[in-house]
């Protein structure tokens, strides 16, 4: 069993940045890869960002790559997103989630593969 915090949302204007992070309770946070997915108003949840459970591995959404930056500290039980050049699109709910594969798979960006998830931090994007 694994729960899940997430903080550091909040409200900047575009071109800002911010980093977002989840705190990870329970055992074996080490062997989880974990997951970042967001949510907007009247849209479905989509996949953000990934990291493997050693940080070797990380994949992006093509929206967020070159501006967004997943990293884990295993010590701490803690995975992070910075977030960079923000926009206005990138308004939303932001979920972690920890996967039972501790190598992301080929099918990383399906929620489904994520059994654990927090309850999400809100990012406000402002123009």
């Known amino acids: 069993q694994v729960q899940l915090v997430e903080s550091g949302g909040g409200s900047v204007q575009a071109g800002g940045s911010l980093r977002l992070s989840c705190a990870a309770s329970g055992r074996s946070f080490s062997r989880y890869a974990m997951g970042w997915f967001r949510q907007a108003p009247g849209k479905e949840r989509e996949f953000v960002a990934a990291?493997?459970?050693?940080?070797?591995?990380?994949r992006y959404a093509d929206s967020v790559k070159g501006r967004f930056t997943i990293s884990r500290d295993n010590a701490k039980n803690t995975v992070y997103l910075q977030m960079n050049s923000l926009k206005p699109e990138d308004t939303a709910v932001y979920y972690c989630?920890?996967?039972?594969?501790?190598?992301?798979?080929?099918?990383?960006?399906?929620?489904?593969?994520?059994?654990?998830w927090g309850q999400g931090t809100q990012v406000t994007v402002s123009s």
């Open positions: 989630a920890a996967s039972p594969n501790a190598y992301l798979s080929g099918r990383y960006y399906f929620g489904n593969e994520y059994n654990y």
């Open positions: 990291v493997s459970w050693s940080g070797g591995q990380t």
